[in-house]
């Protein structure tokens, strides 16, 4: 992927961070949605919440990134985006 894709994250709010470091429970719902630009991607995959939700699941440099794209449209948009990679490549 040369090109970076802009994709939508689940950020981290300072009421999900505070639930986090006492071990309560959190959803992705409760977090706010941001745009990241992503320049590599090792792996997409699926994240499942708590309250039965499946989001997309971003690898990138050890990371892990969710998104609230389902993996399908999430597989379906790093596809799209490398073909044009491709061809802007090869033109």
Same mark, same amino acid.
């Given at each position: 992927?040369?090109?970076?894709? #802009?994709?939508? /994250? !689940? *950020?981290?709010? @300072?009421? %999900?961070? $505070? $639930? /986090?470091?006492?071990?309560?429970?959190?959803?992705?719902? +409760?977090?706010?949605?941001? +745009?990241?630009? !992503?320049?590599? /991607?090792?792996? #997409?995959?699926?994240?499942? @919440? @708590?309250?039965?939700?499946?989001?997309?699941? #971003?690898?990138?440099?050890?990371? $892990? *990134? /969710?998104?609230? #794209?389902? +993996?399908?449209?999430?597989?379906?948009?790093? +596809?799209?985006?490398?073909?044009?990679? %491709?061809?802007?490549?090869?033109?």
């Amino acid at each position: 992927m040369n090109s970076g894709l #802009i994709l939508p /994250i !689940f *950020w981290m709010t @300072d009421d %999900v961070q $505070k $639930k /986090i470091k006492t071990g309560l429970p959190y959803l992705m719902k +409760e977090c706010d949605v941001r +745009e990241v630009t !992503f320049y590599h /991607i090792n792996a #997409i995959g699926f994240y499942a @919440d @708590d309250d039965g939700r499946q989001y997309g699941a #971003i690898f990138s440099n050890g990371e $892990k *990134w /969710i998104t609230p #794209i389902s +993996e399908l449209e999430l597989k379906e948009t790093l +596809e799209e985006h490398l073909r044009k990679d %491709v061809f802007f490549l090869k033109s």
